[in-house]
């Protein structure tokens, strides 16, 4: 019952590795109470938007468009995910969860290279993170994105994005190793610290700890609310046309 609700659906996947929940079980002990709370609070979308504070009084003359000007209905996910005043956000959400990453792979005796920039035919491409150690390359694109759809199939695509561009082989060439020791994977976390399975299996394999992925969960989490918070506290404002303006002609 609870994934086939709105608030669950995106929650489903969450039985597929324990990463997403091991905050969870941990405690508050290892996080400071007020983070917690503004966790727990993001992971089963409870934050305040026009849509959540409009349920059981909901009527068809309600607005319940984005307050920041967007043509989009408010909720949490657009809040987060996609509104103009939550870009920012984003982006430091999106730069903190490879910093870990980064520094987790050095400590491991990885050669890490942060967004290199690669010509090909289909346009530069610039992956977050470029490893090597002895013969063998890794290439890692991070993202948190929605949990509506597979977050396996997210990770695939993100991984596909580079793999099916033939002019990444140019790396074989910079880091001196066989095409064959090219590889390519992703952090994949939905924005309510929900993770892809099969990149939590690539980047484990790499050497990095299950404890060091925990907190890129919460790290997940905290940018979340974070833009949450940013959005309510911010006045910037798309302006709709005159046509969609109520009480105008």
């Known amino acids: 019952m609870l994934y086939a609700s709105v608030d669950g659906r995106e929650l489903r996947e969450c039985h597929r590795t324990n990463l997403s929940t091991l905050w969870v079980d941990s405690g508050a ?3 400071p109470g007020r983070d917690f709370v503004q966790h727990v609070h993001t992971r ?3 934050l305040p938007t026009a849509v959540r504070v409009s349920r059981g009084a909901r009527r068809s003359t309600r607005d319940v468009r984005c307050r920041a000007g967007c043509q989009e209905t408010e909720t949490a996910a657009h809040v987060v995910q996609n509104c103009h005043r939550t870009h920012g956000g ?3 959400r999106h730069d903190a969860v490879c910093r870990v990453i980064a520094a ?3 400590r491991g005796g990885y050669r890490v290279e942060e967004e290199p920039v690669v010509p090909t035919r289909e ?3 610039k992956p977050d993170l470029v490893c090597q150690k002895d013969e063998f390359v890794k290439v890692i694109d991070a993202q948190i994105v929605s949990g509506v759809g597979s977050l396996n199939e997210a990770h695939k695509r993100k ?3 580079y793999s099916r561009n033939e002019d990444i082989t140019k790396l074989v060439e910079k880091y001196a190793v066989e095409p064959r020791n090219v590889e390519f994977t992703s952090c994949t976390i939905s924005w309510r610290g929900v993770w892809s399975s099969r990149s939590q299996g690539d980047l484990l394999l790499m050497g ?3 404890n060091l992925l925990s907190t890129l969960t919460t790290r997940a989490l905290q940018g979340s609310h974070t833009n949450w918070s940013r959005f309510n506290k911010s006045t910037s404002t798309i302006h709709r046309s005159a046509a969609e303006r109520e009480g105008v002609g």
């Open 104 to 106: 987790g792979l050095r």
């Open 159 to 161: 991984c596909q994005y």
């Open 90 to 92: 984003r982006v430091k």
């Open 208 to 210: 990095l700890t299950k």
């Open 44 to 46: 089963i979308n409870c």
């Open 29 to 31: 002990h290892k996080i």
């Open 123 to 125: 346009g530069n491409r």
